[in-house]
């Protein structure tokens, strides 16, 4: 049985495609995914059979051997510098949160400084599995 690594996969045209250990594109429909998967992550490495399509190669009966390593999941920060983080961030919205019970908003700076710093921690708690 033949394999290689998901190039891409896109759930919503319904196909995608693998490259062989040979470096060849193969044409992976969603219709070849095993019972209950809709999708596929770049990377993915996968055994399958191959039949001969009207454009070329196609896979059919695929089997997920390993899931490709989420690259955001292995960059995250420790889980203790993670609530270091988040302290000093409770701390900057407890001083935007006593500006605004003044009547002002913080300046254009520190609200720059604030969103930026939100957005980062969202994207380190946002991880997709």
Known sequence: MPSGRVRWFDAKKGYGFIMTEEGHDVFLPASALPAGMTTLRKGAKVEYSVVDGRRGPQAMGVQLVASAPSLVKATRPKPDD????????????????????????????????????????????????
């Open 82 to 129: 993670m609530a270091a983080i988040v302290e000093d961030l409770i701390k900057l919205l407890d001083g935007a949160g006593n500006d605004l019970r003044r009547h002002r908003y913080p300046s254009s700076a520190e609200s720059k400084k604030l969103a930026t710093l939100l957005r980062a921690v969202a994207d380190n708690f946002d991880v997709q599995d």
